[in-house]
């Protein structure tokens, strides 16, 4: 079991009495379930039976540090909350961007020394947010709203470039995506998505059209990897996963939204999608505008819906996974230990396992299916 060591207990111990509550007693305990958070561990701190904050804890693994740069991600994250996020609100405010991105955690500090990586924020649940169970597919409304502050902040990324380009460069210089810089992890990419695509085909033995899609899918792999590299398509800071920021990079906005609709979204948004994706690009263009900007001349609507063409499958590798951590119970989810305990790779074999049933069935192929329709696969 994961427990937070003595230099991040004296952190917390620290923080808490310079918030004023010296002498009181303090709770520490997880904040979060398996299958919920995979590079870290997660601990709500609360005084006087009152939870108040979130402490993130960087795994102490060894075996798993062997294979990811823990240290390297985790000051991502703190990077974001230190550097990027403060300027992209000071630039939306000098500009007065007509619709500022809000949706940040307040970020109280952070040890960064290898082992000890932690930070500290704001529990949002005292700001009335709660955590929709993972299981459920998100419904409209919650789409809209998600979409919505996607497109915020890929503005302030654009807008940026066409306002204050030198500065917008020297701040995303150290955004660089390290899965492609380490090469060993470069090199796990292929044999881990060709894993997950012959997984995927076994589901669709009786559905002729959809298995010949993937199969040529599978054959592709090597292209597909080739333009999610492309530069070309690196145009502003992404979140990443829609968990957190540890690995924000900068690439295409249309990856942000792709993952996320795959993975979170319900049969009825994907069998609309051109309705969202619509929604997202005007609201883009709303905010990028309303600063004197044209978004047509920097990343115009025939150059996105290339990009959500050309970035898809990567999208569905990462879906073909991922919802199976949406849809298993707390039981059946292989954290990294889990996979590192026996030798495994984590990047080949995480999120690909036996398991199968009929809910991932169903959200998988609703993924599958709608890109079909879109001529995307």
């Known amino acids: 079991m994961f427990v937070m060591n003595a230099r991040q207990h004296e952190f917390v111990r620290a923080f808490v009495e310079n918030q004023g509550f010296k002498g009181n007693p303090l709770i520490i305990e997880p904040a979060c379930k398996k299958g919920d958070n995979y590079l870290g561990r997660i601990f709500a701190i609360s005084i006087n039976d009152v939870q108040h904050w979130i402490i993130k804890c960087v795994e102490d693994n060894q075996a798993i540090r062997a294979q990811l740069p823990l240290n390297e991600i985790f000051r991502r994250e703190v990077i974001l909350y230190e550097k990027v996020l403060p300027e992209f609100e000071r630039f939306q405010r000098r500009v007065n961007l007509k619709y500022p991105f809000t949706s940040v955690a307040k970020y109280f500090g952070s040890i960064l020394d290898e082992g000890d ?7 949002v649940k005292n700001h009335n947010y709660i955590m929709l169970e993972r299981k459920i597919a998100m ?6 709203i998600v979409i919505e502050e996607m497109a915020k902040f890929h503005s302030i990324s654009l807008a940026m470039q066409m306002l204050e380009r030198s500065a917008y460069e020297k701040l ?15 090199n796990s990419f292929q044999p881990g998505f060709k894993k997950k695509l012959k997984y995927v085909i076994k589901i669709f033995n009786e559905h002729v059209q959809a298995k010949q899609c993937l199969i040529q899918c599978l054959a592709e792999i090597e292209n597909i990897l080739t333009e999610y590299e492309n530069p070309h398509n690196h145009l502003v800071v992404v979140h990443g996963d829609v968990w957190y920021w540890q690995i924000s990079r900068v690439q295409s906005p249309a990856l942000d939204l792709l993952y ?3 993975l979170s979204a319900s049969k009825d948004v994907l069998d609309r999608y051109h309705n969202y994706q619509k929604f997202y690009y005007e609201k883009l263009r709303e905010n990028v505008e309303s600063v004197g900007c044209s978004l047509n001349s920097l990343f115009p609507y025939e150059t996105f819906m290339d990009h959500c063409r050309k970035l898809s499958k990567i999208a569905l590798f990462y879906a073909i996974g991922g919802l199976q951590v949406m849809v298993k119970k707390e039981t059946e989810v292989r954290n990294f230990d889990d996979i590192t305990k026996n030798g495994g790779k984590i990047v080949e074999q995480l999120f690909v396992d036996d398991y199968t049933s009929q809910e991932y069935n169903d959200r998988i192929s609703n993924v599958i299916f709608m890109m079909i329709n879109n001529g995307w696969l």
């Open 172 to 186: 995303t210089e150290p955004l660089h995506d390290y899965f492609l810089k380490h090469e060993d992890i470069r």
């Open 117 to 123: 990586e932690c930070l500290i924020l704001d529990d």
């Open 139 to 144: 419904d409209h409304q919650h789409v809209l």
């Open 260 to 262: 996320f609709l795959f």
